[in-house]
């Protein structure tokens, strides 16, 4: 596998629902970002992660809860979520977190909540 | 607070024509870099160049170019002879060394048809 993987492509829960998305980056990156992308907001960031600590977290719901065990891995949990979380939620990494690093984007996971 | 954007929501162009995306930012800060992503419909975005603020040369890569202007705020990207494999939604972003995560824009949608 090369770049960034994400699993899984397409998720279909329910509100009271758990699950949780993965993020893999095989770049040997430092920095990992999670975005949701939704049909009527630009790209908004939720989390990010350098160095597999937290620095960065934009008033995101605690319905989604973040986790990176390490610098390859990124998870998102989802628990107890609304219709309107429906989204494509995208993962990123980066060198590291400096602002002018790009960021390599994996294909996304399609959410829908019902 | 930085801003991003991208008027044009929707263009649709016949092979072969020049096509402008137009992109105009805010921020306050004096160092920041722009960036522009494509992402196809396979949902992963894909990095095609960043620019930092004190490089305002225009580039030339391919069919793509970009003019950077500072004087207007505005980062716009040219694709000329274009081909239905351009089609896409683009994106323009900004980042800047105080710390401000990748902001951006709402994106603009290439429709390239044959």
């Known amino acids: 596998e090369t770049g960034v993987t994400q699993t899984p492509r397409h998720l279909v829960m329910g509100m009271t629902n758990k699950k949780s998305l993965k993020c893999e980056q095989h770049l040997g990156h430092n920095a990992m970002y999670w975005y949701k992308q939704s049909a009527k907001k630009p790209l908004e960031l939720m989390f990010v992660y350098s160095l597999e600590e937290r620095v960065e977290n934009n008033s995101v719901p605690s319905r989604f809860s973040p986790e990176c065990p390490n610098s390859s891995h990124l998870f998102l949990h989802l628990h107890t979520l609304q219709p309107e979380d429906s989204a494509l939620y995208l993962c990123?990494?980066?060198?590291?977190?400096?602002?002018?690093?790009?960021?390599?984007f994996g294909p996304g996971t399609r959410l829908t909540v019902l | 607070a930085q801003k991003v954007t991208q008027a044009q929501t929707e263009i649709s162009v016949v092979e072969k024509e020049d096509v402008t995306l137009d992109c105009v930012y805010e921020?306050?800060?004096?160092?920041?870099?722009l960036f522009w992503y494509k992402q196809p419909p396979s949902g992963e975005l894909v990095f095609l160049i960043r620019?930092?603020?004190?490089?305002?040369q225009n580039e030339i890569s391919g069919r793509y170019s970009w003019n950077f202007q500072k004087s207007t705020s505005s980062f716009n990207f040219t694709i000329t002879a274009s081909q239905v494999v351009d089609s896409a939604v683009y994106f323009c972003a900004l980042s800047s060394n105080a710390g401000n995560m990748l902001t951006f824009g709402g994106g603009t949608r290439l429709m390239v048809k044959p």
């Open positions: 990123a990494s980066s060198q590291d977190g400096a602002s002018y690093n790009e960021q390599f």
């Open positions: 620019r930092n603020s004190f490089d305002e």
């Open positions: 921020t306050r800060d004096t160092t920041y870099y």
